[in-house]
């Protein structure tokens, strides 16, 4: 293997590591919006930035609990309303956090 090829296959196995902790922080966010009672959700709603994106959010873990999902299908139905329901997400779970 040359010294190009070592650099990349390192490059690559560093960033497949940090995917996968990425992915594991979402997953505990995601997770702890899946189990946050309705009645918070609701209070936290004055609170967020982006109040329409917010709606969604909720939508989609409301609609991921009722069909009882996993976690991992509510991260693709967020992942699925962008980059700006990824953010509302984690500010949700600060605020729900601060509770």
């Excluded at 390192?10 to 995601?30: C, G, H, M, Y």
């Excluded at 991992?72 to 329901?85: F, H, M, S, T």
């Amino acid at each position: 293997m040359s010294d190009r090829e070592a650099k990349k296959a390192e490059l690559k196995k560093r960033s497949q590591e940090s995917k996968q902790k990425t992915d594991a922080l979402l997953s505990e966010e995601i997770q702890a919006l899946q189990q946050a009672a309705s009645s918070d959700l609701q209070r936290l709603r004055p609170k967020v930035s982006d109040s329409e994106t917010y709606e969604k959010l909720i939508k989609a873990v409301n609609e991921a609990s009722a069909k009882n999902e996993g976690i991992a299908e509510l991260k693709n139905r967020i992942e699925k309303l962008g980059e700006v329901a990824v953010k509302v997400g984690k500010e949700v779970v600060t605020l729900l956090k601060s509770f």
